[in-house]
Structure formats: C-alpha cells, structure tokens
C-alpha cells in the first residue's frame, strides 16, 4: 500500500497523507472512516469486524481501536491515556490519534466517548441472550404420531444481538445445561428438557447464561419464570407413510 502511495515501507517517519488513502466515508459503520482502516490499521472498509473474533469478545474494529490497553473494554482509563497526550504530558502516540490527523485533541477524545458504555464494554457489536418462551409439552409437540406420553418443558432462547454468544450455561429449573456451540447474532434454539421436574405443573424458572460470563447489551432479560399448565394429549394416530420415489432404470450401454 505504502509503494502504490508512494512513501517509503521501511521508514517510520514516511507516511502517506491521509486525502491519499481513499474516501472519507465509513462503509461499515464501525466508527473508522474506510482511509484510515486502508492506511493505518489494515481492516476492511466493508467489514465491522475485520479479524472475526466478536464471538469472543463482541468488539468491532472501531471499538478495538480506542481501547488502547488492549482489554476490548473502552473506559476512562483509554480516555486517561488520551487526555495525557491532549495535554501535553507524554510525547504524541499515533495509537492514540483515532482519526490519524497528526494532532491529539477534542476530535479525537469525542471518538473515543461514543464507544464508551455504563458497563464499560462496548456497545456496537455485543449478544443479548433472551429467553423467549416455555411450554409443556411432548417431545415431539403437537404430533399426534407418538409413543411416548413423557412430558418436558420446551424452552426457546434467542440471541437479540448482533454479534454471537460463545459458549453458556442454560439453567432450568436449578439445572445447568452447557450450550457448547453458543447462539450466532439473531438465531433462535428451541430444546426440549425431558422427566422431573421439568413435566411438573407449576412455577418454572430459566436462566440463560447462569454463569454470567457473556458480556451482552443488556442483562436485564435473561431470565423468565412462568406458571406453564399441563397440556391435554392430541389422540394417538398413525403416521402417514411417505411413498419412495420410483428409480429410473439407467439406459443400456
């Protein structure tokens, strides 16, 4: 990129100017504009999450770039390290000039705020794990093609956020259920929880992410606990068998 723009690779103080590194716009949304992630920090204009990894720490790359310290949390201690360059007490830092104009100063300090959040993480790009639903119910629903008259509860969960939950626990009923695959930004899972205490009519209880180790956008829908009556069984019937498709002979050689 440096020899298409003419400057120097091997030289630190050789620099492209920043009208050279493309369009001012922000294609992604992320809070970079698209020439400073071409020029400066190597991700992807039309990405918001240029390495991938917001399933494990549900940071964009805008985001990543005003933590300074590295921990994916934007507070006031990456705003303490701006202001002391603002301020002249330490020497001029290009990691720390957010829109890379060579100065550091309100523009850049007013970039670094937007990404900060009462909780400290940051607020583009995070889960949001809902329990949406339990029923009772059979294994197998409403079908009227069963063996089994065991009843379970039915739970549904989904990930509101736009970024995927790692790994969680589950909790029903003061039962902890690991799901090892997490839930990707925007789907919904429906499982099936069969025998005691779970069949009981009665207060039920859900947790997701019992063991509070998600950082998500808000915390204050994790849990939903409902009176869920018995259902009447549908009348047993036999399932219709689907017919086999008739195979072709194949035409001789």
């Not at 301020?87 to 990691?95: C, D, E, K, L, R």
């Not at 890379?100 to 790009?125: E, H, W, Y």
């Not at 839930?183 to 919904?188: H, P, R, V």
């Not at 025998?195 to 859900?206: C, L």
């Amino acid at each position: 990129m440096e020899c298409a723009l003419g400057t120097d690779p091997t030289s630190s103080s050789s620099a492209p100017a920043i009208a050279q590194c493309g369009p001012l716009g922000d294609a992604d949304g992320d809070g970079l504009t698209d020439r400073v992630e071409y020029c400066y920090y190597g991700t992807l204009a039309n990405n918001i999450d240029s390495d991938g990894d917001a399933t494990l720490d549900g940071a964009s790359d805008g985001c990543e770039t005003r933590s300074f310290n590295g921990d994916r949390i934007v507070n006031v201690a990456d705003m303490g390290m701006l202001a002391t360059g603002v301020s002249g007490t330490v020497a001029y830092h290009p990691n720390v000039d957010v829109n890379k104009d060579g100065v550091l100063n309100p523009a850049d300090q007013g970039m670094v705020a937007t990404f900060i959040s009462p909780s400290g993480r940051c607020p583009n790009g995070q889960p949001d794990l809902r329990v949406l639903s339990m029923r009772i119910e059979l294994e197998t629903g409403s079908s009227c093609a069963y063996t089994s008259t065991a009843l379970g509860l039915r739970v549904t969960v989904q990930n509101a956020g736009n970024f995927g939950a790692p790994a969680f626990l589950l909790q029903v009923d003061g039962i902890n259920h690991l799901l090892s695959m997490g839930l990707g930004a925007a789907q919904t899972l429906s499982m099936w929880f069969g025998g005691a205490p779970y069949s009981n009519m009665g207060g039920h209880n859900v947790f997701a992410d019992s063991g509070q180790t998600v950082f998500e956008s808000s915390e204050s829908n994790n849990v939903l606990t409902q009176i869920v009556p018995i259902p009447t069984l549908p009348p047993t019937c036999t399932p219709t068998a689907t017919p086999s498709p008739t195979a072709t002979p194949s035409p001789p050689i």
